[in-house]
């Protein structure tokens, strides 16, 4: 068998080594779409080859790679990570697109990051080594940073700064999380190992309790930063902000600390010293994340800033959902990954539009855009309302799904987490009432509909949203399975 | 015979002057002659030790040692030339374009 | 009969001519009306014969469910209760679609107008397919956001995309309790089953809902110190949802506003869909609020409370749709009132409740309409500039009359002559005062009486100011097209007629949905989950008075206002004045626009919470910034330490070296 | 005895001679031939060291001792000399002087390598004063140049106070032992035990390695030398003479004063915290490149001490592991920097700070190879996965934790995060402040040695395994049995 995964993680960074060498734009763009795609047919292939019905790894490879510290390289996909990297797959082909006709300095470096950081983000959801894992993790920052550094907006040093240390701090501690693993398992064991299945199911053998949740909690808290979650967030409105779109876009992909929730925490939530604590700790985090991003995507000027924030709020489904311990509210949980970086992805897309089109993101300063856009205006309308949760596009299975499951576990938190939803709607239609409706601001001058490419991706993206929305089991049935088994193991321990 | 610990209180001594004035001097020459001192103290030290414990390692630690001072103060004393020619000077107060 | 095999084409149809019509439209004539009207015929079409095979074979019950994702499935269930309402919605929608082919003909984007209002019809037919409470919510929702697409229809008016919003968000509100309600449901039917659900149940479903309401009844929550039963909290969570779609106080806000959009478009929000979805959502889970009477008490004082509320403002309204609206309100606070007397009477509340929803949606169409069509010819629909107007426009005022004698419930007890509205309103106000003699709550019947009074006062107002005497401005106009007036005039013949026709049919085909088939546990059962008895129908008669008391009062209120209005023998300016502090509280809506958007949404949410948001988030900004600055101030100041003397170097050496051999000492010594 | 085990020593001093020797008759135009020839000795003597990996043996009457500490030690000495020689090519070129840079760089070199091999204090002493003094006269290289002078002289002070220090460090110890032969050390230490002298000797020793390793506060000179050096020098010094330093302290520490363990644990352990976090901190806000390197050296120190506080195999083959990824990143850096000097005095002769940070503006374009080294150096220094600053990072901090040094191991991660904004600092500068000037030509000399010094950051990074293999090895010599 080919090695498929190593493949859609190498072909995307050597393409990204091959978009550098150009020289002009035509050339970058070509060979980024090239690349991008190549790696939506390999996901493609690979998406059908996928059993969904079983948790375990598929498309393992494994190979030694510095035996005397037990690291390996080890790649694998379970239901966990299948749809994440179908959605990276499916977006940045759309994004290159997106893309295709805009004008900006040293267009080789742009793709060249755009393709780097696929290469990365996916090769943190195939990873089954921890020191893989933690090297993709790190890689991801570093195109982002220099996405927002160079192309990003008036404040992109202080934002780009800011993300960068920020998350490597977090980064940092779940490295150190990790060491405390990987030297407790050694030590039982006898022999080093950095496989993550193994580490994981080593964990309950740890004898000291302290250790345990010392372990979880600094595992945990690399995770919730890069989700982000409360009080961990503000790196986040700087950066997506401040990123160009196609850099907020790829941010929107980072699903990587919600990845690391249900592919790490959960397995090992329930051999912690104190589940139940943890629980709650997630379960505050989450809910907290989801009503604050909602009031402060109200309060926003900014569009982008707002959706930024609406972002945070929808993030903090992932944390509720993963701690409601139920086979239909984790799945969610990790179903809102996936929708929400659909959604997201045109929501920034939307913003750089308008932003191109008019000068500025200060929605005040908008107004009746709808007549003379009306193409973007269907797109945004219909996204909008899916991120405020309509049923029938995808973000309300999400949704649903983690409200109603956590409720069983955790009801107290579902009604906080209740609390945000008007106020969600709010800000969207606030947004879009200002932005698009009313009496047009001939301010803005003369602007014209959104292109043929851009229409295209984020057309695109906008009907996976409607068809997710109505039929999620393509890529809920393996989350399903997966979570159904993270579940069955605590059922198994009495948790 | 001369108990070891006067020839310990001596090199001590002799060590803590060399301290001293390589703080407070400003002359790089004074302060070569500190670091002479302070080396010295502890060849006092070594050959001390030496005949202490009937044992000739430490003689010949201090005879390299000597050596080494030797050439240290060649260097030392080389690098304070240049620096006298550039700047007409051999105070050390202020030689400091390198700092913070 | 094989036509229950087609009934998913209910809502799928509409939904297809959404597609078509949005992208196609444009390029068809009439921006593509055809294809909806085409699509909701075949609806209606289907919907009736299902409905007829019903009539003729009650316990052939429609009901086929498909896994949709996780635990949760999607369904069509058409029981008696879902075909009348099918039939209904489809009926009224196309009608209205047929209206709106000459109404829109003028605007800039007919297809876009077609493509929402099928899409609008397809989500309405959609929630009363539902076979689980889920797809319930969610075409609940799709409802709301075409709602929300048809009144921001012209969206380049301000005040027509701030009503979109503004009704979006308050039902919203509901929406969240709604959902609140699912959730626990969901929760607690969950644990019932030990979450393991075996396949093919489907926990979401109505009949397993109704299976299991024992058990969820005996769940106890503690809320702020009371025991409320899990039942209680649903029902009540639901009827929230109830009051946000159907425009109960106080969430009715949304209504009047939305009245921004096309005439067309308030006549579909609100005659025959959007609002009645909340009355249609209390009928369905009907069975669950006869299991908890207290909420059924809630739903009949916020029922009885809302009609009588709404009525007075509509007296006041000089706006010919907006009187419409706050009737709307009203007419829908007697529609749950309807269904709050359950407690009383059991299921036969809820073919009572749905009769007067089938009525209303047709002689509130018909107001809609004719409102319309005047608008349509004359341009304006400021009552104070009409006058008049049934000379010009002599079908629309005929069609009109017809409409407000039925709102107005004209007829005559103990007969089956009368108006549609009559039939199905005295039937409510009568169980009220049945539910009153039952219960001791006397409150709701006599709020209900008053209201009565008050509607046919607002309705013939209304009729005298726009059509009666003489043009108070120089309008013009001319009679509507055959494409308006002749929707016009069939729905006047159900305005008046369906009610007599059906009066004896309707509620037992209605009511039976939860007496006999569906539900395990008969009616009885539920109530004694509940804690009390339902009466005994049968042998009870009211007083004549009280039979004949809507009648008396309805011709009152017509008195007053061909007094005022019609003879104008009272002086108008008297009462209508800025002085008149009961006129100003009515006219001004009883300030709750102030107190609602201005104050609740703007200064509380808005202002409060967001600076409070914005200031946290300022804190956790200035938290990293401070750090960060800390470490370089640090730096900056540590530097200092280096200060390119080489003397100060050997002693920081000499007193390191002191210091570390201190330091050591101390450390080993704690250590 | 069997002088092949020294042959790469002797194959160092003989080239260092013949060069000083050839130099005196060539003409300062043909000079150059020098420096290939230093280069060519030091890469045979890498060879024979590499070839004799694996080999234990005890020479001169057993005060130096192969083994694969030593021999690992003297690879990564060998290596940064290696860089040294050929960056040297470039800088000496037009000095007429040139053979005293290379034989004095080679006799440093040799020093160091005696260090790693001593087995006895006094060889430990001298080859360390022979690599000070020789590095003391490459630091004043540039005698014309005020700042060159200063940094020489600082170093010569400070050096000679701790050599001093150190002198007398060692008197105590034999005095109190009777011996200077480290072995024997060992095994008479425990009379230190109970006397004052014992933590007197090893407060002293501290400060004479602590000299050479910069650590705070025992670091005053290094900022300054390493700023006002030429960078070639500032590249052996901070990647050679420091792991000196190191390898040194391994040796009297760990296998002599064993039995002061928990004295000097505790003095490392506040040293290493104290350092990492001064050295980061004042790094920070540096304008000079050098001597931001300088202070980020500091930190990296502290980070290496951290394996004698932790003191487990692990550990300690960590900080050798870290010792040489850090000889590589190093003194890559700092020849990338000479490569910008060079390039900012070619075009200015005159300029003040050559190695301004705002002489990196735009330096992606001016020099897309040296950019393009300077980032992969300092993101190696960062720690940033796939290079071997995150190998050395990954092994030496992992194995904190595991011997239960949380408080340590946090400290260090968060130390490692603040780093990072200023080595992002010259990424920005290079990549995306603009700049005016025109592309320039590279020097090939520098791009070559940074080419090597890239290869191996990447490689040690990639391809850990025989690396961290050997660092395990030698860790294993201080540490007998092992885990």
Same mark, same amino acid.
């Given at each position: 068998?080919?090695?498929?995964?190593?493949?859609?993680?190498?072909?995307?960074?050597?393409?990204?080594?091959?978009?550098?060498?150009?020289?002009?734009?035509?050339?970058?763009?070509?060979?980024?779409?090239?690349?991008?795609?190549?790696?939506?047919?390999?996901?493609?292939?690979?998406?059908?080859?996928?059993?969904?019905?079983?948790?375990?790894?598929?498309?393992?490879?494994?190979?030694?790679?510095?035996?005397?510290?037990?690291?390996?390289?080890?790649?694998?996909?379970?239901?966990?990570?299948?749809?994440?990297?179908?959605?990276?797959?499916?977006?940045?082909?759309?994004?290159?697109?997106?893309?295709?006709?805009?004008?900006?300095?040293?267009?080789?470096?742009?793709?060249?990051?755009?393709?780097?950081?696929?290469?990365?983000?996916?090769?943190?959801?195939?990873?089954?080594?921890?020191?893989?894992?933690?090297?993709?993790?790190?890689?991801?920052?570093?195109?982002?940073?220099?996405?927002?550094?160079?192309?990003?907006?008036?404040?992109?040093?202080?934002?780009?700064?800011?993300?960068?240390?920020?998350?490597?701090?977090?980064?940092?501690?779940?490295?150190?999380?990790?060491?405390?693993?990987?030297?407790?398992?050694?030590?039982?064991?006898?022999?080093?190992?950095?496989?993550?299945?193994?580490?994981?199911?080593?964990?309950?053998?740890?004898?000291?309790?302290?250790?345990?949740?010392?372990?979880?909690?600094?595992?945990?808290?690399?995770?919730?930063?890069?989700?982000?979650?409360?009080?961990?967030?503000?790196?986040?409105?700087?950066?997506?902000?401040?990123?160009?779109?196609?850099?907020?876009?790829?941010?929107?992909?980072?699903?990587?600390?919600?990845?690391?929730?249900?592919?790490?925490?959960?397995?090992?939530?329930?051999?912690?010293?104190?589940?139940?604590?943890?629980?709650?700790?997630?379960?505050?985090?989450?809910?907290?994340?989801?009503?604050?991003?909602?009031?402060?995507?109200?309060?926003?000027?900014?569009?982008?800033?707002?959706?930024?924030?609406?972002?945070?709020?929808?993030?903090?489904?992932?944390?509720?959902?993963?701690?409601?311990?139920?086979?239909?509210?984790?799945?969610?949980?990790?179903?809102?990954?996936?929708?929400?970086?659909?959604?997201?992805?045109?929501?920034?897309?939307?913003?750089?539009?308008?932003?191109?089109?008019?000068?500025?993101?200060?929605?005040?300063?908008?107004?009746?855009?709808?007549?003379?856009?009306?193409?973007?205006?269907?797109?945004?309308?219909?996204?909008?309302?899916?991120?405020?949760?309509?049923?029938?596009?995808?973000?309300?299975?999400?949704?649903?799904?983690?409200?109603?499951?956590?409720?069983?576990?955790?009801?107290?938190?579902?009604?906080?987490?209740?609390?945000?939803?008007?106020?969600?709607?709010?800000?969207?239609?606030?947004?879009?009432?200002?932005?698009?409706?009313?009496?047009?601001?001939?301010?803005?001058?003369?602007?014209?509909?959104?292109?043929?490419?851009?229409?295209?991706?984020?057309?695109?993206?906008?009907?996976?949203?409607?068809?997710?929305?109505?039929?999620?089991?393509?890529?809920?049935?393996?989350?399903?399975?997966?979570?159904?088994?993270?579940?069955?193991?605590?059922?198994?321990?009495?948790? | 015979?001369?108990?070891?610990?006067?020839?310990?209180?001596?090199?001590?001594?002799?060590?803590?002057?060399?301290?001293?004035?390589?703080?407070?001097?400003?002359?790089?020459?004074?302060?070569?002659?500190?670091?002479?001192?302070?080396?010295?103290?502890?060849?006092?030290?070594?050959?001390?030790?030496?005949?202490?414990?009937?044992?000739?390692?430490?003689?010949?630690?201090?005879?390299?040692?000597?050596?080494?001072?030797?050439?240290?103060?060649?260097?030392?004393?080389?690098?304070?030339?240049?620096?006298?020619?550039?700047?007409?000077?051999?105070?050390?107060?202020?030689?400091?374009?390198?700092?913070? | 009969?094989?036509?229950?095999?087609?009934?998913?084409?209910?809502?799928?149809?509409?939904?297809?001519?959404?597609?078509?019509?949005?992208?196609?439209?444009?390029?068809?004539?009439?921006?593509?009306?055809?294809?909806?009207?085409?699509?909701?015929?075949?609806?209606?079409?289907?919907?009736?014969?299902?409905?007829?095979?019903?009539?003729?074979?009650?316990?052939?019950?429609?009901?086929?469910?498909?896994?949709?994702?996780?635990?949760?499935?999607?369904?069509?269930?058409?029981?008696?209760?879902?075909?009348?309402?099918?039939?209904?919605?489809?009926?009224?929608?196309?009608?209205?679609?047929?209206?709106?082919?000459?109404?829109?003909?003028?605007?800039?984007?007919?297809?876009?107008?077609?493509?929402?209002?099928?899409?609008?019809?397809?989500?309405?037919?959609?929630?009363?397919?539902?076979?689980?409470?889920?797809?319930?919510?969610?075409?609940?929702?799709?409802?709301?956001?075409?709602?929300?697409?048809?009144?921001?229809?012209?969206?380049?008016?301000?005040?027509?995309?701030?009503?979109?919003?503004?009704?979006?968000?308050?039902?919203?509100?509901?929406?969240?309790?709604?959902?609140?309600?699912?959730?626990?449901?969901?929760?607690?039917?969950?644990?019932?089953?030990?979450?393991?659900?075996?396949?093919?149940?489907?926990?979401?479903?109505?009949?397993?809902?109704?299976?299991?309401?024992?058990?969820?009844?005996?769940?106890?929550?503690?809320?702020?110190?009371?025991?409320?039963?899990?039942?209680?909290?649903?029902?009540?969570?639901?009827?929230?949802?109830?009051?946000?779609?159907?425009?109960?106080?106080?969430?009715?806000?949304?209504?009047?506003?939305?009245?921004?959009?096309?005439?067309?478009?308030?006549?579909?929000?609100?005659?025959?869909?959007?609002?009645?979805?909340?009355?249609?959502?209390?009928?369905?889970?009907?069975?669950?609020?006869?299991?908890?009477?207290?909420?059924?008490?809630?739903?009949?004082?916020?029922?009885?409370?809302?009609?009588?509320?709404?009525?007075?403002?509509?007296?006041?309204?000089?706006?010919?749709?907006?009187?419409?609206?706050?009737?709307?309100?009203?007419?829908?606070?007697?529609?749950?009132?309807?269904?709050?007397?359950?407690?009383?009477?059991?299921?036969?509340?809820?073919?009572?409740?749905?009769?007067?929803?089938?009525?209303?949606?047709?002689?509130?169409?018909?107001?809609?309409?004719?409102?319309?069509?005047?608008?349509?010819?004359?341009?304006?629909?400021?009552?104070?500039?009409?006058?008049?107007?049934?000379?010009?426009?002599?079908?629309?005022?005929?069609?009109?009359?017809?409409?407000?004698?039925?709102?107005?419930?004209?007829?005559?007890?103990?007969?089956?002559?009368?108006?549609?509205?009559?039939?199905?309103?005295?039937?409510?106000?009568?169980?009220?005062?049945?539910?009153?003699?039952?219960?001791?709550?006397?409150?709701?019947?006599?709020?209900?009486?008053?209201?009565?009074?008050?509607?046919?006062?607002?309705?013939?107002?209304?009729?005298?100011?726009?059509?009666?005497?003489?043009?108070?401005?120089?309008?013009?106009?001319?009679?509507?097209?055959?494409?308006?007036?002749?929707?016009?005039?069939?729905?006047?013949?159900?305005?008046?007629?369906?009610?007599?026709?059906?009066?004896?049919?309707?509620?037992?085909?209605?009511?039976?949905?939860?007496?006999?088939?569906?539900?395990?546990?008969?009616?009885?059962?539920?109530?004694?989950?509940?804690?009390?008895?339902?009466?005994?129908?049968?042998?009870?008669?009211?007083?004549?008075?009280?039979?004949?008391?809507?009648?008396?009062?309805?011709?009152?209120?017509?008195?007053?206002?061909?007094?005022?209005?019609?003879?104008?023998?009272?002086?108008?300016?008297?009462?209508?004045?800025?002085?008149?502090?009961?006129?100003?509280?009515?006219?001004?809506?009883?300030?709750?626009?102030?107190?609602?958007?201005?104050?609740?949404?703007?200064?509380?949410?808005?202002?409060?919470?967001?600076?409070?948001?914005?200031?946290?988030?300022?804190?956790?900004?200035?938290?990293?910034?401070?750090?960060?600055?800390?470490?370089?101030?640090?730096?900056?100041?540590?530097?200092?330490?280096?200060?390119?003397?080489?003397?100060?170097?050997?002693?920081?050496?000499?007193?390191?070296?002191?210091?570390?051999?201190?330091?050591?000492?101390?450390?080993?010594?704690?250590? | 005895?069997?002088?092949?085990?020294?042959?790469?020593?002797?194959?160092?001093?003989?080239?260092?001679?013949?060069?000083?020797?050839?130099?005196?008759?060539?003409?300062?135009?043909?000079?150059?031939?020098?420096?290939?020839?230093?280069?060519?000795?030091?890469?045979?003597?890498?060879?024979?060291?590499?070839?004799?990996?694996?080999?234990?043996?005890?020479?001169?009457?057993?005060?130096?001792?192969?083994?694969?500490?030593?021999?690992?030690?003297?690879?990564?000495?060998?290596?940064?000399?290696?860089?040294? %020689?050929?960056?040297?090519?470039?800088?000496?070129?037009?000095?007429?002087?040139?053979?005293?840079?290379?034989?004095?760089? *080679?006799?440093?070199?040799?020093?160091?390598?005696?260090?790693?091999?001593?087995?006895?204090?006094?060889?430990?002493?001298?080859?360390?004063?022979?690599?000070?003094?020789?590095?003391?006269?490459?630091?004043?290289?540039?005698?014309?140049?005020?700042?060159?002078?200063?940094?020489?002289?600082?170093?010569?002070?400070?050096?000679?106070?701790?050599?001093? *220090?150190?002198?007398?460090?060692?008197?105590?110890?034999?005095?109190?032992?009777?011996?200077?032969?480290?072995?024997?050390?060992?095994?008479?230490?425990?009379?230190?035990?109970?006397?004052?002298?014992?933590?007197?000797?090893?407060?002293?020793?501290?400060?004479?390695?602590?000299?050479?390793?910069?650590?705070?506060?025992?670091?005053?000179?290094?900022?300054?030398?390493?700023?006002?050096?030429?960078?070639?020098?500032?590249?052996?010094?901070?990647?050679?003479?420091?792991?000196?330093?190191?390898?040194?302290?391994?040796?009297?520490?760990?296998?002599?004063?064993?039995?002061?363990?928990?004295?000097?644990?505790?003095?490392?352990?506040?040293?290493?915290?104290?350092?990492?976090?001064?050295?980061?901190?004042?790094?920070?806000?540096?304008?000079?490149?050098?001597?931001?390197?300088?202070?980020?050296?500091?930190?990296?120190?502290?980070?290496? %001490?951290?394996?004698?506080?932790?003191?487990?195999?692990?550990?300690?083959?960590?900080?050798?592991?870290?010792?040489?990824?850090?000889?590589?990143?190093?003194?890559?850096?700092?020849?990338?920097?000479?490569?910008?000097?060079?390039?900012?005095?070619?075009?200015?002769?005159?300029?003040?700070?050559?190695?301004?940070?705002?002489?990196?503006?735009?330096?992606?374009?001016?020099?897309?190879?040296?950019?393009?080294?300077?980032?992969?150096?300092?993101?190696? *220094?960062?720690?940033?996965?796939?290079?071997?600053?995150?190998?050395?990072?990954?092994?030496?901090?992992?194995?904190?934790?595991?011997?239960?040094?949380?408080?340590?191991?946090?400290?260090?991660?968060?130390?490692?995060?603040?780093?990072?904004?200023?080595?992002?600092?010259?990424?920005?500068?290079?990549?995306?402040?603009?700049?005016?000037?025109?592309?320039?030509?590279?020097?090939?000399?520098?791009?070559?040695?940074?080419?090597?010094?890239?290869?191996?950051?990447?490689?040690?990074?990639?391809?850990?395994?025989?690396?961290?293999?050997?660092?395990?090895?030698?860790?294993?010599?201080?540490?007998?049995?092992?885990?």
């Amino acid at each position: 068998m080919a090695p498929i995964l190593s493949m859609i993680v190498l072909i995307p960074l050597i393409f990204a080594a091959l978009a550098l060498l150009t020289k002009t734009k035509e050339q970058a763009r070509a060979i980024a779409l090239t690349g991008t795609v190549i790696v939506l047919l390999l996901t493609v292939y690979m998406y059908f080859n996928f059993d969904s019905t079983i948790a375990a790894n598929q498309f393992e490879e494994l190979v030694e790679w510095v035996p005397s510290l037990g690291i390996t390289y080890h790649l694998g996909v379970d239901g966990i990570a299948m749809p994440l990297i179908l959605l990276n797959a499916i977006v940045l082909p759309l994004l290159v697109l997106f893309t295709w006709n805009d004008d900006r300095k040293s267009p080789n470096k742009f793709y060249a990051l755009i393709l780097a950081t696929e290469g990365a983000v996916i090769g943190v959801f195939t990873a089954l080594d921890f020191f893989l894992f933690y090297i993709f993790w790190e890689l991801t920052l570093i195109p982002l940073f220099f996405m927002v550094s160079i192309w990003g907006g008036p404040n992109k040093h202080h934002a780009s700064i800011k993300f960068f240390i920020y998350t490597h701090v977090a980064s940092l501690v779940m490295l150190l999380g990790i060491f405390g693993l990987y030297f407790a398992a050694w030590d039982m064991t006898g022999t080093p190992t950095l496989d993550i299945p193994t580490l994981i199911s080593q964990f309950q053998f740890i004898e000291s309790g302290i250790a345990k949740d010392l372990i979880f909690l600094a595992l945990l808290f690399g995770f919730i930063v890069k989700i982000p979650s409360f009080p961990f967030h503000s790196w986040l409105p700087d950066a997506y902000t401040e990123a160009p779109t196609a850099g907020s876009v790829l941010f929107v992909m980072l699903k990587i600390g919600g990845y690391g929730l249900f592919k790490v925490m959960l397995p090992m939530l329930p051999f912690t010293a104190s589940p139940n604590m943890m629980i709650s700790i997630m379960a505050v985090l989450g809910s907290v994340s989801i009503l604050y991003g909602a009031f402060l995507a109200l309060s926003q000027k900014d569009l982008k800033r707002m959706v930024a924030y609406s972002s945070v709020s929808h993030m903090g489904y992932v944390t509720l959902g993963a701690a409601g311990l139920v086979s239909l509210s984790v799945s969610g949980a990790m179903f809102q990954q996936f929708s929400h970086g659909l959604i997201m992805s045109v929501m920034f897309m939307s913003c750089g539009i308008i932003n191109n089109a008019t000068g500025t993101r200060i929605i005040n300063d908008l107004g009746g855009l709808a007549q003379k856009m009306p193409k973007l205006a269907v797109i945004m309308v219909l996204i909008f309302m899916a991120s405020l949760g309509l049923p029938g596009l995808s973000g309300f299975i999400a949704e649903v799904s983690v409200l109603a499951g956590s409720f069983v576990n955790l009801p107290v938190y579902v009604m906080i987490a209740l609390l945000a939803i008007v106020i969600t709607a709010a800000y969207h239609l606030w947004a879009l009432q200002r932005a698009m409706f009313g009496v047009y601001n001939e301010r803005l001058g003369t602007v014209t509909d959104i292109s043929t490419y851009q229409t295209f991706s984020m057309g695109v993206i906008a009907i996976l949203v409607l068809y997710f929305g109505l039929n999620p089991s393509p890529v809920l049935d393996m989350m399903l399975t997966n979570s159904e088994h993270i579940i069955s193991l605590m059922a198994a321990m009495g948790v | 015979m001369i108990p070891i610990a006067l020839y310990l209180a001596l090199a001590a001594i002799i060590f803590s002057i060399g301290l001293y004035g390589l703080m407070t001097q400003r002359s790089g020459i004074r302060i070569l002659m500190c670091v002479e001192l302070m080396l010295n103290a502890a060849n006092i030290n070594l050959v001390a030790f030496s005949s202490y414990h009937h044992d000739l390692t430490g003689q010949v630690f201090a005879l390299f040692s000597i050596a080494l001072a030797a050439c240290e103060a060649a260097i030392g004393f080389a690098i304070l030339l240049a620096l006298y020619r550039m700047k007409d000077t051999i105070s050390l107060d202020h030689i400091n374009i390198l700092r913070w | 009969m094989a036509v229950e095999n087609y009934a998913f084409l209910i809502p799928l149809l509409p939904a297809l001519a959404f597609v078509l019509t949005f992208f196609l439209g444009k390029k068809l004539p009439k921006g593509g009306a055809i294809i909806p009207i085409v699509a909701i015929t075949i609806s209606f079409v289907i919907s009736l014969l299902i409905t007829l095979n019903l009539l003729a074979n009650p316990e052939e019950v429609i009901n086929q469910s498909y896994s949709w994702f996780a635990i949760l499935n999607i369904g069509i269930l058409v029981d008696p209760l879902a075909a009348v309402m099918l039939t209904m919605v489809s009926l009224v929608s196309l009608l209205i679609h047929i209206y709106s082919v000459g109404y829109m003909s003028h605007d800039k984007s007919p297809s876009r107008y077609f493509a929402e209002t099928a899409l609008f019809t397809a989500s309405m037919l959609g929630l009363v397919l539902s076979d689980n409470i889920l797809q319930l919510f969610v075409c609940w929702e799709l409802v709301g956001v075409c709602s929300y697409l048809l009144i921001g229809f012209w969206y380049e008016k301000p005040s027509a995309a701030t009503a979109a919003k503004k009704a979006f968000l308050t039902t919203r509100v509901g929406d969240v309790m709604f959902l609140a309600g699912i959730i626990i449901l969901f929760s607690d039917l969950f644990k019932i089953f030990n979450g393991t659900i075996p396949d093919g149940i489907y926990i979401l479903r109505f009949d397993e809902i109704f299976a299991h309401i024992p058990d969820i009844a005996a769940m106890n929550a503690n809320i702020f110190g009371m025991e409320v039963s899990h039942i209680t909290l649903i029902t009540l969570l639901f009827f929230g949802g109830a009051i946000g779609k159907s425009g109960q106080f106080p969430l009715h806000v949304w209504l009047p506003d939305a009245m921004e959009g096309p005439t067309t478009v308030s006549a579909l929000i609100h005659a025959a869909t959007m609002v009645t979805a909340g009355v249609y959502l209390v009928a369905r889970t009907f069975p669950m609020f006869i299991a908890a009477p207290d909420s059924l008490m809630v739903v009949a004082y916020v029922g009885a409370f809302t009609a009588i509320f709404a009525a007075t403002m509509g007296i006041v309204m000089n706006d010919l749709k907006r009187v419409l609206a706050y009737s709307t309100i009203s007419q829908l606070g007697y529609m749950m009132l309807g269904l709050g007397v359950g407690a009383a009477i059991g299921a036969e509340a809820v073919g009572i409740s749905l009769f007067h929803l089938i009525n209303h949606a047709f002689f509130k169409a018909l107001l809609f309409l004719c409102a319309g069509s005047v608008i349509h010819a004359v341009g304006t629909h400021d009552m104070r500039q009409l006058g008049g107007v049934a000379k010009v426009m002599p079908i629309t005022a005929a069609t009109m009359v017809a409409a407000s004698l039925a709102l107005a419930g004209i007829g005559i007890p103990g007969t089956s002559i009368g108006t549609s509205g009559f039939f199905s309103k005295d039937a409510i106000i009568e169980n009220a005062y049945l539910f009153g003699d039952t219960t001791g709550a006397w409150i709701p019947y006599a709020l209900s009486i008053v209201a009565a009074l008050l509607t046919s006062l607002y309705i013939f107002r209304l009729l005298f100011m726009t059509f009666y005497g003489k043009p108070r401005t120089d309008y013009g106009g001319h009679e509507s097209p055959g494409s308006m007036t002749v929707p016009l005039s069939i729905l006047a013949l159900f305005a008046l007629f369906f009610g007599g026709l059906t009066s004896k049919t309707f509620n037992t085909f209605v009511s039976e949905t939860f007496v006999n088939n569906f539900v395990n546990l008969n009616i009885h059962e539920l109530a004694s989950i509940g804690g009390y008895h339902l009466a005994s129908h049968g042998g009870h008669h009211e007083p004549m008075l009280i039979l004949w008391m809507p009648l008396i009062v309805a011709l009152v209120g017509f008195l007053i206002a061909f007094l005022i209005y019609g003879l104008k023998i009272v002086n108008m300016d008297s009462l209508v004045s800025r002085n008149n502090p009961i006129y100003k509280l009515l006219y001004n809506r009883y300030y709750q626009n102030a107190i609602f958007t201005d104050f609740f949404s703007v200064k509380v949410i808005y202002e409060g919470f967001a600076f409070a948001g914005r200031a946290i988030e300022r804190g956790f900004d200035w938290i990293v910034n401070w750090l960060s600055n800390l470490t370089l101030e640090a730096g900056e100041s540590l530097r200092q330490f280096q200060t390119g003397v080489v003397q100060n170097y050997a002693t920081v050496v000499i007193t390191g070296v002191s210091l570390l051999v201190i330091l050591i000492k101390v450390v080993m010594e704690v250590i | 005895m069997d002088l092949m085990l020294l042959a790469p020593e002797i194959t160092i001093a003989v080239t260092g001679l013949a060069v000083l020797i050839i130099g005196l008759f060539l003409p300062t135009g043909s000079k150059k031939i020098l420096g290939y020839l230093a280069s060519l000795g030091v890469l045979i003597a890498l060879a024979l060291t590499i070839s004799s990996l694996g080999t234990e043996a005890l020479v001169f009457y057993d005060t130096v001792s192969i083994d694969a500490l030593s021999q690992f030690f003297k690879i990564v000495f060998l290596v940064v000399a290696l860089l040294f %020689t050929i960056a040297g090519i470039k800088y000496t070129e037009g000095h007429s002087n040139t053979e005293e840079f290379f034989t004095l760089g *080679l006799f440093a070199t040799i020093g160091m390598m005696f260090v790693a091999s001593a087995n006895d204090l006094m060889v430990l002493f001298v080859a360390f004063e022979l690599a000070s003094l020789a590095t003391y006269a490459l630091a004043g290289f540039e005698k014309k140049n005020a700042k060159s002078l200063e940094a020489a002289m600082k170093y010569f002070i400070i050096g000679s106070l701790s050599a001093a *220090l150190m002198l007398l460090g060692i008197s105590y110890i034999y005095g109190a032992t009777g011996t200077t032969s480290i072995p024997e050390v060992a095994a008479n230490a425990g009379v230190l035990l109970s006397s004052p002298i014992g933590l007197v000797s090893v407060v002293l020793l501290i400060a004479g390695f602590g000299f050479k390793i910069a650590l705070v506060p025992f670091h005053m000179w290094a900022p300054d030398t390493y700023q006002g050096s030429p960078s070639v020098v500032s590249a052996l010094l901070a990647a050679g003479s420091k792991k000196m330093g190191i390898v040194a302290a391994f040796k009297v520490f760990i296998i002599a004063l064993i039995a002061l363990q928990a004295e000097w644990q505790t003095a490392f352990a506040i040293l290493a915290v104290i350092t990492m976090t001064y050295g980061n901190v004042v790094a920070l806000n540096q304008k000079s490149v050098k001597r931001m390197l300088a202070y980020s050296s500091l930190a990296q120190a502290g980070y290496i %001490t951290m394996a004698f506080v932790v003191l487990t195999p692990i550990a300690l083959g960590g900080g050798i592991f870290y010792a040489l990824s850090h000889g590589f990143m190093k003194a890559g850096a700092f020849i990338a920097t000479a490569a910008v000097t060079y390039m900012v005095l070619s075009e200015n002769k005159d300029s003040n700070d050559p190695d301004h940070i705002d002489n990196f503006r735009g330096l992606g374009k001016r020099m897309p190879i040296t950019a393009l080294s300077m980032t992969v150096f300092v993101f190696a *220094l960062a720690g940033i996965p796939l290079t071997a600053g995150y190998m050395s990072k990954f092994i030496l901090f992992s194995s904190t934790i595991q011997a239960g040094f949380v408080w340590l191991a946090v400290i260090a991660i968060l130390n490692s995060a603040i780093s990072l904004y200023y080595y992002a600092k010259v990424v920005k500068y290079m990549y995306f402040l603009p700049t005016d000037s025109e592309k320039v030509s590279e020097p090939f000399p520098y791009t070559v040695a940074m080419v090597i010094a890239v290869i191996f950051v990447l490689a040690i990074g990639f391809w850990s395994e025989p690396f961290v293999y050997w660092a395990m090895e030698a860790a294993k010599v201080l540490i007998p049995g092992g885990m």
